[in-house]
């Protein structure tokens, strides 16, 4: 058995930088799942390329039109989309504030 | 009669004609949602009594009012002479990934469990506008993210109405079953790895994913953009020609929606298949599948009567004049769920991170210190475990430190997925298919929570289906026998971009064919002792 390419420590990073926070039990779940997963794709690296193989970002080229003209287009109801805020204000939307301590991380 | 048991063309039809009441077919529909579906998902997750339990709980939220405000509308249509559309009075469901306005839009998850979208789904506009009922919005693995659709937030999940200890496939799993229970006649799906085909042969139903870019993903709740394919469930082939005939398109609101030409679908269904060169692969009659502690791969074998049911059609389609070409070599096939693992966690953790309690859904009631933990928390509590798990693949894979080694082979690997399919419909080259024929999935549906929470073993549910999306390239499984349990087998053909009228024209020559097998005439278990007469 390979050693797990997730540590605890590399895992706990992931997590800050998802901004998520997990119980005991989903860290554990979670971390068996990605070092699995993880094993199923090592087969990538022992595919050999075709020479100049280029990466493709969608199956098939897009053949939609040019792109559109940079046009403003006002949504219509923009108070429906304030609506849909869990917290609103004059138009905005309310956050608590950054705390010093989380800009930092 | 029971307008449950027409097809959508004859509903269509005869609701044009003047001959059958757009409302009169939405209460057979809604009667049947009421004696089949059992109680909606929801985030309550109440303790459920066994009958109750084994009801078929396609749906999150039954759309009535609006349903019956279209077939008003279409009714007033009617009667003034004027076209109601082409699925005029039509019942359909909608995975409930696409913004709908008026209705509660979940992706299934906690996260958006009060969205209400301002804005609705081009294709919905596209179904509402040709006169279709929007019966309701179905349920589906969370996100998108499964291929069984037990990851739900809103439980109790969908059933497969052929067995309901058994699941639905996914992720579009309350499409597939609300078409398999005759609770509508269509449904909208959603197909980024086989999530509208692995379900639809599941459920013994027709799932067609289009083209990249031939239906539009504006509206969509975006999982992997790059992959991600709108496209139509139904119970034939012709049924689904008609949907895709409404739903395909250009469309200005996505950048990567497609120019091509539209054919009429359903006029080049009559084409038949004589002289069409079909494929077979021995690439897709095994799957090849990892040790996950030593990520050792090994070859297994699939459930025997799926190879057999794709033999067996090779052979309808054969008598029927088609040419049937062997051995055409995918061999990359192999590497679709590897590859996949990789581009698909990228785009959803990337298109995750819009969710975060300020704009809209799902925003944690804990006190919070500042803005930081308030992401935290709402992401921590609305997110499920899947989600979850995809971000944080996404996000390793795609790291400065670890991007080449994945992601940027992953992309390389795509396109040579992409080009085993050039070389094989490639008109000047050795095969020079118009379809390539595999079966949709490695097995028939599986008992529910056999396979749930062991993701990578969930995943490989989609090898015979995930090239389709690495390429772009349309797909579509159709029903073609049961297993030794009862339970259905689809088989699957590849086409051509934007060539569903060849992979169509092939399907419905096979059911043409095969009208009048013995397994056609079998009901799903769900139907039995409910409401069949015709």
Known sequence: ?105 | MNSIHLSARQIAQKVRAGELSALDVLEDHLRQIQTVDGAPGSLRHEHLNPAEENKVHAFIEVTAQRARRQAEQVQALVQRGEDPGPLAGVPVSVKDIFCVEGTTTTAASRILYNFRPPYTATTVERLEKAGALIIGKVNLDEFTYGSSSESSAFQPHPNNPWNTQRVTGGSSGGSAASVAAREVSLSLGTDTGGSIRQPAAFCGVVGLKPTYGRTSRYGLIAFGSSLDCPGPLARDAADAALMLQVLAGMDPKDSTSALAPVPDYLAALQEGVRGMRIGLSRDYDHITYPDTLTGEMSIQAIQPEMNSAVRDAAEVLARLGAEVVEDVPMPNARHGIPAYFVISRVEAASNLHRFDGVKYGYRTGTPVRGLSELYRATRAEGFGLQPKLRILMGMYVSAAQHSAQYYQKALRVRSMIRSDFEQAFDPRGAYRLDALLTPTTPTTAFLRKAVLGDSVLMQYSDQMTVAGNHAGIPAVSIPAGLDPLGLPIGVQFFGMDFREDLILRAAHAYEQATQNAEWRGITPQALRGSEVSA
């Open chain 1, 1 to 105: 058995m390979k050693p797990d390419s997730i540590t605890p420590e590399i895992f706990a990073r992931l997590v800050s930088l998802a901004a998520l926070e997990l119980t005991p039990e989903e860290s554990e779940y979670l971390r068996t799942e990605l070092n699995h997963q993880l094993a199923a794709v090592q087969e990538l690296s022992e595919i050999q390329l075709a020479e100049g193989v280029q990466p493709s970002l969608h199956g098939l080229e897009c053949r939609g039109s040019a792109p559109r003209p940079d046009a403003w287009i006002p949504f219509p109801n923009s108070a429906e989309i304030l609506k849909q805020a869990p917290d609103s204000e004059g138009g905005y939307f309310r956050v608590p504030d950054f705390s010093r301590g989380e800009v930092s991380e």
